[in-house]
Structure formats: structure tokens, C-alpha cells
């Protein structure tokens, strides 16, 4: 079992920057796959990014590749999305998710509350 509490939502004008914090409690942590997705008012959830267990290997969503990173510290049991050059587009409830890697695909089996990030132009 893990739980996820994502934090550092916030409003912030375009061209700002923002850090999200994923703070997972559970002994699998370290060995899950973690991932960013996001849901805009009236859209669906999409995905943004994900990070292996060892965080050498990284995916990012086309819409926000060059400036979003993501990054773990297994340590303290956390994964970070590093947000910059935001958009008014970015603007969505970000959530974090925790899953397993399998068959070449990720399953995504744990998921956090979510964390509202709003753009203003």
C-alpha cells in the first residue's frame, strides 16, 4: 500500500515556475514507478511524466518537454515536478501517481488528492 500527498499548487503568472513535492508514505517507493498526470476543468486526465525507480530514466508529455522536469529523492521517499515557464494552458489539478512497470507499459495503482496549479496570463 502506498499514499500519496502531492503539495506546491499555487496561482503564478505565465512565464513563472513552480515545484511540485509528491510525498509518499510505503515500503514499495522505491521500487515504483512514479508519474505526474494532470486534469484541466472539462478535459481528461492526461499524462505529463514519469520517472523510473532509480530516476535514470525519464518521459515527458509533448506539451510540457524542456520545461518540466521531474526527479525523485528515494531517501525521503518523494518525487518532484520542477515546473517552469508555465503557461496559462498549463493551468489543471496535478496528481501523482505510484505504479509498476509491466510488459513494456506502466499500470499506475496508486494515486494522490491532487493539487491545483493555476496560470494567469
Known amino acids: 500500500q502506498v499514499q500519496l500527498v502531492e503539495s506546491g499548487g499555487g496561482s503564478v503568472q505565465a512565464g513563472g515556475s513552480l515545484r511540485l513535492s509528491c510525498a509518499a508514505s510505503g515500503r514499495t517507493f522505491s521500487s515504483s514507478v512514479m508519474g505526474w498526470f494532470r486534469q484541466a476543468p472539462g478535459k481528461e486526465r492526461e499524462f505529463v511524466s514519469q520517472i523510473n525507480w532509480s530516476g535514470t530514466n525519464t518521459n515527458y508529455a509533448d506539451s510540457v518537454k524542456g520545461r518540466f522536469t521531474i526527479s525523485r529523492d528515494n531517501a525521503k521517499n518523494t518525487v518532484y515536478l520542477q515546473m517552469s515557464s508555465l503557461k496559462p494552458e498549463d493551468t489543471a489539478v496535478y496528481y501523482c501517481?505510484?505504479?509498476?512497470?509491466?510488459?513494456?507499459?506502466?499500470?499506475?495503482?496508486?494515486w494522490g488528492q491532487g493539487t491545483q496549479v493555476t496560470v494567469s496570463s
Open positions: 501517481a505510484a505504479g509498476r512497470w509491466i510488459s513494456g507499459s506502466t499500470t499506475y495503482d496508486y
